[in-house]
C-alpha cells in the first residue's frame, strides 16, 4: 500500500544549525510529494512540494529532493530560526489517474523546537 | 496564493447537539474538499472526501450519519457533527484541492471543537 514514514521527534536544535527531517515512503503509481508545516493551533501550510523525480522543492529556505531511487524527500534547512518550531508532516498524493482521488496520505509529523 | 478559511475557529457545545463547521475557498473553485480530523500530537485522519454536487466519500471507520457532509458550490463544504458527545472533540481542518493543474491541497485553519 501507500504510506509515508517520517524520523521520529522531538527534535531539538539551537537556532542556526543545520536541519534534516527524513521521509521515506512507498507509493504505487507516480506520487507527487509534499512537505506541510503546522505552527501551534492552526492548520497546515503548504511548505514545498515536487512533483517529479529529481524535482528540487524549495521555499523559506527550506529544500527537498524527490529522490525515487531512495523513496525519500527528507526536508533539508542550512539554518534554523526559532520561528521555524513547528510540527512538519510529510505527505505523497497518488496521481488521480489511478483512482485515489488525489487523497494526501501523511507521515506522523515530526515537532521541531529551536532554541534561541 | 490560495486561502482556504474555516468557521468558526472553536466552538464549545453541549452533549447532544450539532455543530455545523464550514470551509470556503475564498480565490479558487474547488470540486474536491476534504475533511480530516487531528488529535493531540497526532497526525492528521482524513475522514471523508467531499464532491460538489454528489455525496462524500467516507473513510473506513467513520460514520456517515455523524458526520455529516455537504458540498453545495465549488466554493464551500459543510461538514455537521450530528448529536455530538464529548468522544467527538478534536480539532477539525478541511482542505481544498486546486482544479486548476498543481493538484495541490490547500489547507484551512482548523476548527477546535469541545463538547462538554
Known amino acids: 500500500g501507500n504510506s509515508v514514514t517520517q524520523m521520529e521527534g522531538p527534535v531539538t536544535l539551537s537556532e542556526e544549525a543545520f536541519l534534516t527531517i527524513n521521509c521515506t515512503y512507498t507509493?504505487?503509481?507516480?506520487?507527487?510529494l509534499f512537505w506541510y508545516v503546522q505552527y501551534p493551533g492552526e492548520g497546515l501550510q503548504l511548505l514545498l512540494k515536487a512533483t517529479k523525480a529529481d524535482d528540487k522543492g524549495s521555499n523559506k529556505g527550506f529544500e527537498a529532493t524527490y529522490r525515487k531511487e531512495t523513496t525519500s524527500f527528507h526536508l533539508e534547512k542550512g539554518s534554523v530560526q526559532v520561528s521555524d518550531s513547528a510540527v512538519y508532516f510529510c505527505a505523497l498524493s497518488i496521481s488521480l489517474f489511478y483512482n485515489q482521488g488525489g487523497k494526501l496520505i501523511f507521515g506522523q509529523g515530526t515537532e521541531l523546537s529551536v532554541k534561541p | 496564493g490560495a486561502v482556504v478559511s474555516q468557521h468558526p475557529s472553536r466552538v464549545i457545545c453541549k452533549s447532544g447537539t450539532s455543530v455545523k463547521i464550514e470551509c470556503r475557498s475564498l480565490d479558487f473553485q474547488a470540486t474536491t474538499m476534504f475533511w480530516y480530523r487531528q488529535f493531540p500530537k497526532k497526525s492528521l485522519m482524513l475522514m471523508a472526501t467531499s464532491n460538489e454536487g454528489s455525496k462524500a466519500t467516507y473513510e473506513q471507520g467513520v460514520e456517515k450519519d455523524k458526520f455529516l457532509i455537504n458540498h453545495a458550490s465549488l466554493t464551500l463544504s459543510t461538514l455537521t457533527v450530528t448529536s455530538a458527545h464529548p468522544e467527538d472533540s478534536s480539532f477539525y481542518i478541511c482542505?481544498?484541492?486546486?482544479?486548476?493543474?498543481?493538484?495541490?491541497?490547500?489547507f484551512g485553519p482548523g476548527t477546535r471543537l469541545l463538547v462538554l
Open positions: 507509493a504505487t503509481g507516480y506520487p507527487s
Open positions: 482542505s481544498a484541492r486546486d482544479e486548476g493543474g498543481s493538484e495541490t491541497q490547500y
